[in-house]
């Protein structure tokens, strides 16, 4: 009998053994896995066939770049859980602050001149367009801690939803990197692969950068000239309007508003007229807009309660940077506020100037 219990405790022992160590080795296995060899998935293998192809690649080279990129789980994660989730009233404090907003200023006053000529060339506010860079970058300095490969890869190899998207980008983005003269193995961005000031995709970057210095080099990651120039092609190419309005808070008739309006999207649907049909209307009355104009209706969930705004067209286009209406409501009072600061500054110098000039 005790030769049998001594049997069955020793085997207790080794089986106990046999889980601890298989646990102890979970840990490494799964790390090795997250990290993973790309250069063994046909997504990949299929990837670097169309560059070798397509544009004449070095075989050699391309295998050697992505034998080092590793799966980010925590890219995953953040996709999962974007600022754009939350509600207005705890998304707006996220950008809308007095250090945004005396930092735009300082980056508008450093700027001055670039910012003109971006306005003067692709018709585009300089509010907005350092509203955009304070949005994304808070004027350049925080451009991302991930490498853009290592995001791109996680994201076109193992994010199913998105995979068709994120490998097209992954695909740019080492073109990108050779058209610009930058060592994708070391260029950073955002979890979602975008990069520099303006957080430009590759698919953007490609497309919508200018060298706005003109000094042969079209860089986005440390040059605020090209990025401001950037900016303002890219809103350009998206159908901004010049001196056109954005947005602007709407006044309700209860009696014949329909609520289904505020659910129909970003682009622009109905006639401002066909809006006050529905029971949307500007609140200022005096404002010389036309009424045939197509506006998207928005309901936000505001600190004090439900807000009603009209969206014009250039309020989609800035959407078209981020396809979100808590973006671009942000980008948009952000730049009001920036605007209104420097205004408040300019007014300021200009009556110290005036006094001392007297004295």
């Given at each position: 009998?005790?030769?049998?219990?001594?049997?069955?405790?020793?085997t207790?022992?080794?089986?106990?053994?046999?889980?601890?160590?298989?646990?102890?080795?979970?840990?490494?296995?799964?790390?090795?896995?997250?990290?993973?060899d790309?250069?063994?998935?046909?997504?990949?293998?299929?990837?670097?066939?169309?560059?070798?192809?397509?544009?004449?690649?070095?075989?050699?080279?391309?295998?050697?770049?992505?034998?080092?990129?590793?799966?980010?789980?925590?890219?995953?994660?953040?996709?999962?859980?974007?600022?754009?989730?939350?509600?207005?009233?705890?998304?707006?404090?996220?950008?809308?602050t007095?250090?945004?907003?005396?930092?735009?200023?300082?980056?508008?006053?450093?700027?001055?001149?670039?910012l003109?000529?971006?306005?003067?060339?692709?018709?585009?506010?300089?509010?907005?367009?350092v509203?955009?860079?304070g949005?994304?970058?808070?004027?350049?300095?925080?451009?991302?801690?991930?490498?853009?490969?290592?995001?791109?890869?996680?994201?076109?190899?193992?994010?199913?939803?998105?995979?068709?998207?994120?490998?097209?980008?992954?695909?740019?983005?080492?073109v990108?990197?050779?058209?610009?003269?930058?060592?994708?193995?070391?260029?950073?961005?955002?979890?979602?692969?975008?990069?520099?000031?303006?957080?430009?995709?590759?698919?953007s970057?490609?497309?919508?950068?200018?060298?706005?210095?003109?000094?042969?080099?079209?860089?986005?990651?440390?040059?605020?000239v090209?990025?401001?120039?950037?900016?303002?092609?890219?809103?350009?190419?998206?159908?901004?309007?010049?001196?056109?309005?954005?947005?602007?808070?709407?006044?309700?008739n209860?009696?014949?508003?329909?609520?289904?309006?505020?659910?129909?999207?970003?682009?622009?649907?109905?006639?401002?007229?066909?809006?006050s049909?529905?029971?949307?209307?500007?609140?200022?009355?005096?404002?010389?807009?036309?009424?045939?104009?197509?506006?998207t209706?928005?309901?936000?969930?505001?600190?004090?309660?439900?807000?009603?705004?009209?969206?014009?067209?250039?309020?989609?286009?800035?959407?078209?940077?981020?396809?979100?209406a808590l973006?671009?409501?942000?980008?948009?009072?952000?730049?009001?506020?920036?605007?209104?600061?420097?205004?408040?500054?300019?007014?300021?110098?200009?009556?110290?100037?005036?006094?001392?000039?007297?004295?």
């Amino acid at each position: 009998m005790k030769s049998t219990v001594k049997k069955l405790v020793s085997t207790f022992w080794l089986i106990s053994c046999f889980f601890i160590i298989s646990s102890s080795l979970q840990p490494a296995a799964a790390q090795a896995k997250a990290e993973g060899d790309y250069l063994e998935r046909k997504e990949l293998i299929a990837l670097l066939d169309e560059l070798e192809k397509e544009f004449q690649f070095n075989r050699n080279e391309i295998e050697t770049l992505f034998s080092d990129v590793k799966r980010k789980d925590s890219i995953i994660k953040a996709m999962n859980r974007p600022a754009e989730g939350k509600p207005w009233k705890e998304y707006r404090p996220i950008f809308i602050t007095s250090k945004r907003i005396k930092k735009g200023v300082a980056f508008w006053e450093k700027n001055l001149e670039t910012l003109k000529r971006a306005e003067a060339t692709f018709g585009v506010p300089a509010e907005i367009i350092v509203a955009i860079i304070g949005v994304e970058t808070f004027y350049g300095h925080n451009k991302g801690s991930y490498r853009v490969i290592d995001a791109l890869a996680t994201l076109g190899f193992d994010y199913p939803k998105r995979s068709k998207f994120f490998s097209n980008e992954l695909k740019n983005f080492v073109v990108l990197s050779r058209e610009a003269g930058l060592d994708p193995a070391k260029v950073k961005g955002s979890y979602a692969g975008a990069m520099g000031y303006p957080q430009f995709i590759p698919t953007s970057y490609r497309h919508y950068a200018v060298d706005f210095d003109d000094d042969g080099i079209t860089d986005l990651i440390d040059n605020p000239v090209d990025a401001i120039g950037s900016v303002g092609s890219y809103f350009k190419a998206h159908g901004w309007q010049t001196d056109g309005p954005v947005v602007f808070p709407a006044t309700v008739n209860k009696d014949i508003y329909d609520d289904s309006v505020t659910t129909l999207g970003l682009k622009p649907s109905f006639t401002l007229t066909e809006l006050s049909k529905k029971g949307l209307s500007f609140k200022d009355s005096n404002l010389n807009i036309d009424l045939e104009q197509k506006a998207t209706a928005l309901k936000y969930q505001g600190k004090k309660g439900e807000e009603l705004w009209l969206g014009l067209k250039n309020f989609y286009v800035i959407t078209r940077y981020n396809h979100s209406a808590l973006y671009a409501m942000a980008v948009f009072q952000l730049s009001e506020a920036i605007k209104e600061k420097m205004s408040g500054q300019q007014v300021a110098r200009t009556v110290n100037k005036e006094v001392t000039t007297n004295k």
